[in-house]
Structures are given as C-alpha cells and as structure tokens.
C-alpha cells in the first residue's frame, strides 16, 4: 500500500508539473501578445504624429519662392509711373509642383489706393517668352489683357495678372522643379504706382502658405524698374 499511494503521489506532482508549465507557457503567449499590440499602437502612433508633423509643414511653408529679381516696366514720361510689374517664381526647394491654372491659384494684390482679391486673368502655358513686352503681346493676343500696356498708348482697363514662363519644360500650367514662371502684373491705367507707393501681392497656391512680394516703388528713370 505504501508503494502504491508514492506512486501515486509522483504521479500527480507530475501533473501538476505539466499544467504549470502549460499555463506558464499560455501566460507567455498573452504577453508576447500584449507586447505586439503595444508597440504595433507605438509605431501607428509615430506614424500618425509624422504625418501631421510633415502636413504641418508644407502647409506652413510657401511652395513657391522667387526666382530673381521683381522689376517692372516703368513710364519715365510724362506720367513716372509702372505699367506692369514682374514678379519671377519658382517651386521652393525640395517642394512638389505647383499648379498655376486659373482655377486652382489667385493672385491678390494691394497698393495704397485700391485691393483686389483675384486679378488673375489668364496663363500662358506652351513655350516661353524672352522678355516682358513679348509676353504681354501674347497675353493681349490671347484675350487675357485688352492691350499690350508696355507698346500700347492706351493703359490697361483693369488690373490684372498674367503669367507665362521663362523655363517651360511640359507646355502646361503645371510649374515643376527646374521650371521658371512670371507673374506680370498689369496695373489699370488711373491705378499706376509711382515712387514711393507701396504696392504687395500675395500668391495663393492649392498647397502652403501664400507667396508675399511686397516692394516700395523708387524714383522711376528707366524703362526697366529694379524693385529688388
């Protein structure tokens, strides 16, 4: 009988032996378990928070920049005033490509005596133009300006903005890496800045924020204004 009930007795610590080891092993499993749902959270998370970090700045920064120098075309007599300003553009660095279409951007623009939510009028998308006179023949051909106001001895009737480029890759309205565009404004004739005139613009794009040119007209004795 003692023989039997030793048997017996290891018998059932060996049980118990493999139902701990069975429930050490399912304790494991969960955890490990646990750990994965815990970190895969961790790294959606960090994911989340880069994605509105990097949202976050594209639309803080502008997506366009200048490229240059902002001129214009001065009327050194009799009046001393700009007939059209030029302001050049380019995709900021390492930014995407900015669509310059008519129906995707506005150009809003400031000056002491008047503001204007949208003067934008027209693109010219295919080819490039080696000045701004040839340009704004083009523009006025294309129906965007009613005259040229740079040859014309008739002013603008409106102010308004026109862009063409100087860089044109693909013969459209998309402005890409390596693409130069301009954006002339025209000012109406009664709304001509002179010296000392404060005049601003503010370029709307779909993406980032707004590209601002702001410039004090200087004393104007030469067709080509430099504003800087």
């Not at 994605?51 to 594209?58: D, Q």
């Not at 009028?121 to 009613?146: C, D, E, K, P």
């Not at 044109?168 to 890496?177: T, V, Y």
């Amino acid at each position: 009988m003692k023989l039997v009930r030793r048997e017996h007795s290891r018998s059932h610590r060996g049980v118990i032996g493999v139902e701990s080891a069975i429930v050490m092993i399912a304790f494991v499993i969960v955890a490990a378990a646990l750990a994965f749902v815990v970190l895969n959270m961790g790294f959606s998370t960090t994911q989340r928070a880069k994605t509105a970090i990097v949202s976050s700045l594209e639309e803080s920064s502008s997506a366009l920049e200048i490229a240059g120098k902002v001129t214009a075309s001065g009327d050194v007599s009799p009046t001393g005033k700009i007939n059209v300003t030029s302001i050049p553009v380019k995709v900021a660095s390492g930014g995407s490509s900015v669509n310059l279409g008519n129906t995707t951007m506005a150009v809003k623009y400031f000056s002491g005596s008047v503001e204007y939510d949208n003067i934008m009028t027209g693109i010219l998308s295919t080819g490039t133009y080696a000045n701004l006179t040839v340009a704004m023949q083009a523009a006025a051909q294309a129906g965007h300006l009613n005259v040229n106001p740079i040859t014309s001895n008739t002013a603008a009737d409106a102010t308004a903005a026109v862009i063409y480029f100087a860089v044109n890759r693909n013969d459209n309205a998309i402005l890409d890496q390596g693409e130069h565009a301009i954006i002339a404004i025209v000012h109406k004739g009664s709304e001509r800045p002179q010296a000392l005139d404060m005049i601003k613009a503010e370029i709307i794009v779909p993406t980032g924020s707004p590209l601002t040119v702001e410039r004090l007209v200087p004393n104007i004795t030469t067709n080509v204004v430099d504003l800087g």
